[in-house]
């Protein structure tokens, strides 16, 4: 008897949807997709027990259901909430919820370090994502920031607990990829900390995946600290046969020109990795050589990346002297007559490596 | 006197050991109800007796219990929450010194209630020496037949054990209590699901406070509907509060729900007035996280009636003109203390206890202590008081468990009813080091507002 | 590392649980680490426990670091362990705490230099109505005034020799 399953009918922000009894209210949102999706620090839908701690997803149930339509008493985290028949939820619609989301940003970022600039996750980090919609223009904390000493964890993960929001995400990593988890989250409250306790390197084929569920620059590829921006490099989809059963070979290679800069696993429009791969991927295969292409990757959600590229914009056909009908642009001002920097006697094209002053006083 | 129910055997001497405790009617309501009703007739004479949980929220036990689920061939769970640390709380520590066997008859009938054949004390760490005391009663009722297999000849079976914790506030909270017991960090679960479907390894569980399980016995011995008869309205039965802070007689007192706060406050049968002659300036009647009210609101409603030791009475005009029961630690302040420096030590307290998983509380509660130093230390600015009150809110409502509240609401309620003496700590801040606010108006008749039509 | 008798204690405690749920002895079990090894956790001992209860040393660590019972440096023979939470504090704790201070010549947190005394402020204990207190080893002191902080220390000094 395949009765066709009963479908529950959810509102959220006024916008109606179907979904399956047990889905969450955050996932219903990401089935209706757009602005209305809460965002998430924390929970990530490939971690099992994931989610509840950041607060960020919090909603207002206006409606619990058909059949108990009294409304919830606090704002709920929708990423842990499971869809009642008839539920009506308020996420961007009610004032009260963008300003629990305001506090709780503010909160997070109270003792986030102001160090974008040189952090490797600038420009895909979720952080700075969220701060920029609901974050406030400065700071009202007054106090010394917690800090923490930077820690190797193995030779290709550093991790930077400074910049960590405390999502538990890599400890869920570690607990469902790996054997036997060998980093956690010690001490408490306000001194919580992710570690090893006694200063460990984590080994293990997939622990690496810690660095891409990490929604912050806590955790980083060490293969990649510094190398590039990511908004400069162009990703690009790739495969191949990984000798690891565990490991499915797909991934995004992060590319400059034809130099791999740094492998990650695919990830979807809200940042979470699609299939998980293993450390000799991530880490050991960075020459073009060892990949299939597929081609360009699109990132559609992540601000500074998908800016670079472009979307939606009509670049210019013309070169130059089209523009200006035919007539060759005119030299305004030759800069070596004022100027004794550079020499135009010098080639640059010839200098190896970058050029420095010391090639221009020969 | 007030009527008594749980210490009425108090003063007997060695009523903590077992054979004193049965010559003079203990295990008698066990008796009673093992041998001759039915787990479902003892949870209608509870449900009867309007019995609401004594660790602070007050929800009615019987109800909670109804809720526990009963799928085949799953065990369930009692724990007994003896977590007790709420500041201010020191009632259930007594409980398990002076009158364990009290506590274990508790658990036999409510464990056979709800068909549970394993227990478990869950007691704070710190409370050392208590579990030897817990342990040696739990051995000499199974030696007599208490517990252990067949009890009494009944077919139920029971074991008790004692887990110690280890110094965390927040094991006070069920889902923390379970996941600490479970031997993890004690980081407070997302509910639901609730412990009564999905508890102690996964299993339904029922989380009690130790008052609240020792006060079964005597509703066993008199009746749910005559237990009922005690206290006031909604607020049945007798609690227990423990008295502390700038008083005469500290210390654990029955009461039953049908006295003035007045009369708690200033009698010699309770706490005997104000220590060394001084007056009344502020109290919190139910545990650090309760709202502090200044005097003239603790002893009057704000439409000017008299402040009774009940659920209702003491929650009287919501937070704005009332405070909670809560889990009776009744902490009494006067004309000498300073409210900043108060509820500091509080904000100190929650900061030192959050788990840190929720953002807000782990944050938050922090930031209100550091706010809270400056002031204390003269470095306060008058802005510092708005933003408390904007920190607080935020924090409030919007964590999992809560402690989010629990750390909120003290200062709320310091600020909303004191604001004054933040702002003299602010202003004169080299005299703040030398003397205190004092009792300023604090304990000045109300201005009876006209009823306000609904 | 521990005697025979205290694994037949380990062994009682796990018997507590139902089958395969031995993790839920470790606070238990930590105790009494701790009660053997000088009054602290090394993370030798940690890893100790750990193999006992057949779980892994980061499960340990967390739980340890989460608790503030338990010690992960080195202290003094005798703990003082004085609670400083508002009804303590009314009772005037902050008193007792600076006459320790001085009396021991000690900060709070600091173990004096003979290795007998650690100095730690707490929050609530529990024992409101007896205040100012303080923890030391398994009981209570109540009702501090500084004659009897005067006499519990010298209670310590004479049983330490």
Known sequence: ?362 | ?454 | MFSEEKLNKVKEIIARYPAGKQKSALIPVLHLAQEVSGGWLSSETMDYVASLLQITPIEVYEVATFYSMFNLQPVGQYVFEVCQTGPCMLRGSDNIIDYIKKKLDIGVGQTTKDGLFTLKTVECLGACGYAPMMQLGKHYREHLTPEKVDAIIEECRSKAN
């Open chain 2, 1 to 454: 006197m007030g009527r008594k129910l749980l210490f009425d055997k108090a003063h007997i001497e060695g009523i903590r050991y077992y054979d004193v405790y049965r010559a003079n009617g203990g295990y008698g309501s066990a008796e009673k109800a093992l041998k001759s009703m039915s787990p479902d007739q003892v949870l209608d004479e509870v449900k009867k007796s309007g019995l609401r949980g004594r660790g602070g929220a007050g929800f009615p036990t019987g109800m909670k219990w109804s809720f526990i689920a009963k799928p085949e061939g799953v065990p369930r769970y009692l724990v007994c929450n003896a977590d007790e640390s709420e500041p201010g709380t020191f009632k259930d520590r007594y409980l398990m010194e002076f009158l364990p066997h009290l506590l274990i008859e508790g658990l036999l009938i409510s464990s056979y209630t709800l068909g549970c054949n394993s227990c478990y004390i869950y007691i704070r760490g710190e409370y050392a020496w208590i579990p030897d005391i817990l342990e040696e009663a739990i051995a000499d009722a199974k030696k007599n037949g208490w517990l252990g297999k067949n009890i009494q000849g009944t077919g139920f079976d029971l074991e008790i054990y004692v887990q110690r914790g280890a110094g965390a506030y927040i094991c006070g909270e069920e889902t923390a209590l379970i996941e600490s017991l479970e031997g993890k960090r004690g980081n407070p679960r997302i509910k639901p699901p609730f412990p009564a479907v999905k508890g102690l390894w996964d299993c339904p569980t029922v989380v009690n406070n130790v008052e609240t399980l020792a006060t079964v016995v005597p509703i066993l011995r008199i009746g749910g509907e005559e237990y009922a008869k005690y206290g006031t309205g909604k607020s049945t039965g007798t609690k227990l509060i423990s008295a502390c802070g700038n008083i005469n007689k500290p210390g654990v007192y029955e009461i039953e729900m049908n006295i003035s706060v007045e009369e708690f406050i200033y009698s010699d049968e309770y706490c005997g007035g104000i220590a060394n002659g001084k007056r009344l300036k502020a109290c919190i009647p139910g545990g650090s996280s309760v709202p502090i009210l200044p005097a003239n609101l603790l002893l009057k409603t704000a439409k000017g009636e008299p402040r009774m030791m009940t659920y209702e009475s003491l929650a009287d005009g919501g937070f704005a003109t009332g405070t909670m029961l809560g889990s009776g630690g009744f902490i009494v302040l006067d004309e000498d203390q300073c409210i900043v420096k108060n509820t500091l030590t509080f904000a100190r307290f929650y900061h030192h206890e959050s788990c840190g998983q929720c953002s807000p509380c782990r944050e938050g509660t922090g930031w209100m202590k550091r706010v809270l130093l400056n002031i204390e230390n003269g470095k306060g600015k008058m802005s510092d008081i708005d933003l408390l009150w904007d920190i607080q809110r935020k924090i409030e409502g919007n964590t999992i468990c809560p402690l989010g509240d629990a750390a909120a609401w003290p200062v709320a309620a310091a600020i909303r009813h004191f604001r004054d003496e933040f702002e003299w700590h602010v202003l004169h801040p080299e005299e703040a080091t030398k003397r205190n606010y004092g009792l300023a108006h604090y304990a000045d008749p109300l201005e009876i507002a006209a009823p306000a039509a609904v």
């Open chain 1, 1 to 362: 008897m395949a009765e066709e399953k009963k479908l529950f009918k959810v509102k959220i922000d006024n916008i109606s949807v179907e979904v399956e009894p047990g889905t969450t209210i955050l996932n219903a949102a990401r089935q209706i997709g757009g602005d209305i999706v809460p965002p998430a620090m924390c929970y990530y839908s490939k971690l099992k027990g994931s989610g509840g701690k950041c607060r960020t997803c919090l909603v207002k149930v206006s409606k619990g259901s058909d059949a108990d339509p009294r409304p919830m008493p606090k704002l709920v985290a929708s990423c842990r909430t499971t869809v009642m028949d008839g539920m009506e939820v308020a996420n961007i619609t009610s004032p009260e919820v963008l300003e629990a989301r305001k506090g709780v940003v503010e909160f997070l970022l109270l003792n986030h370090p102001l160090d974008c600039p040189v952090c490797d996750q600038a420009g895909e980090c979720h952080l700075q994502d969220l701060s920029y919609e609901h974050g406030a223009d400065s700071t009202r904390y007054e106090f010394k920031r917690r800090t923490f000493d930077k820690v190797d964890i193995g030779d290709k993960i550093q991790l930077h607990m400074t910049r960590c929001i405390l999502c538990y995400r890599c400890v869920f990593t570690a607990d469902q990829l790996t054997e036997k988890r060998e980093h956690g989250v010690l001490g408490r409250g306000e001194a919580a900390e992710i570690g090893t306790y006694i200063q460990q390197s984590l080994d293990n084929n997939f622990i690496g995946n810690v660095i891409d569920v990490c929604p912050v620059g806590a955790l980083t590829d060490k293969t990649f600290r510094f190398k590039n921006r990511v908004w400069f490099l162009k990703p690009v989809d790739a495969h191949r046969e990984c000798n690891d059963p565990k490991c499915c070979g797909k991934v995004a290679l992060w590319m400059r020109g034809d130099e791999v800069f740094r492998v990650t696993a695919r990830k979807d429009k809200y940042g979470e990795v699609e299939e998980w791969i293993c450390d000799t991927c991530r880490f050991d295969k960075k020459e073009v050589k060892d990949w299939v292409i597929e081609g360009p990757r699109k990132i559609e959600r992540q601000s500074v990346i998908s800016q670079g590229h472009y979307v939606g914009v009509n670049k210019p056909k013309e070169t130059l002297v089209e523009v200006l009908d035919g007539r060759q642009p005119k030299l305004l001002l030759d800069i070596h007559n004022i100027s004794e920097v550079n020499k135009p006697n010098i080639d640059l094209s010839q200098i190896n490596g970058p050029a420095h002053s010391d090639d221009f006083n020969k």
